[in-house]
T-cell receptor, first 112, second 114 residues
Framework: GENVEQHPSTLSVQEGDSAVIKCTYS??????FPWYKQELGKRPQLIID?????GEKKDQRIAVTLNKTAKHFSLHITETQPEDSAVYFC???????????FGTGTSLTVIP | KAGVTQTPRYLIKTRGQQVTLSCSPI?????VSWYQQTPGQGLQFLFE?????QRNKGNFPGRFSGRQFSNSRSEMNVSTLELGDSALYLC????WGTGSNEQFFGPGTRLTVL
């Protein structure tokens, strides 16, 4: 089955700096890659996603890039703010069904 | 539109007992997935149901089971509870087969096994 690895597990940045979180996947059949943000005590919320036929997608301060050949995708957050502090999860979904495989999460802390 | 709901929100059980968790998806969503979340392990896939059929199953022992009803509501059951089953159990619903990919998560059920 699919295996998703996520790095780093923890990340601290100064407010205003950029943060990058990287994930790799193993199944070349995966075609959908969402990123979720989970604040303490809350449910995961989708923040951005990308399909395999697209190399990059942006939404204001957040962007995701996908390299299908290398089987890795990354989340980029620019101009970080304290409210960006949360745990971020990447996921991959093979085209064989609606089963999502998640990374182990990155705890991001933005220092004011 | 109401979001995904889960009941109960908190549960305390002892080893050997069994537990049933419930999930009500967003209206119109026919795909319901269940995940176990533990510190350091992220979200681990348990199973996915669509139109009352289990379509996918994760790598969990047979003590973990589930079902889906005709109204798309889903339940998961854990029998013979072990200490290691303590976790946050999340369900997520999605519109499968309509071109939409997003999964919407419920608030979770926090299960503590003593």
């Amino acid at each position: 089955g699919e295996n998703v690895e996520q790095h780093p597990s923890t990340l601290s940045v100064q407010e205003g700096d950029s943060a990058v979180i990287k994930c790799t996947y193993s199944d070349s059949a995966s075609n959908y890659f969402p990123w979720y943000k989970q604040e303490l005590g809350k449910r995961p919320q989708l923040i951005i996603d990308i399909r395999s036929n697209v190399g990059e997608k942006k939404d204001q301060r957040i962007a995701v890039t996908l390299n299908k050949t290398a089987k890795h995708f990354s989340l980029h957050i620019t101009e970080t703010q304290p409210e960006d502090s949360a745990v971020y999860f990447c996921a991959a979904r093979p085209d064989t069904g609606n089963q999502f495989y998640f990374g182990t999460g990155t705890s991001l802390t933005v220092i004011p | 539109k109401a979001g995904v709901t889960q009941t109960p929100r908190y549960l305390i059980k002892t080893r050997g007992q069994q537990v049933t968790l419930s999930c009500s998806p967003i209206s119109g969503h026919r795909s319901v997935s269940w995940y176990q979340q533990t510190p350091g392990q992220g979200l681990q896939f348990l199973f996915e149901y669509f139109s009352e059929t289990q379509r996918n199953k994760g790598n969990f022992p047979g003590r973990f089971s589930g079902r889906q009803f005709s109204n798309s509501r889903s339940e998961m059951n854990v029998s013979t509870l072990e200490l290691g089953d303590s976790a946050l159990y999340l369900c997520a619903s999605s519109l499968w087969g309509t071109g939409s990919n997003e999964q919407f998560f419920g608030p979770g059920t926090r299960l503590t096994v003593l």
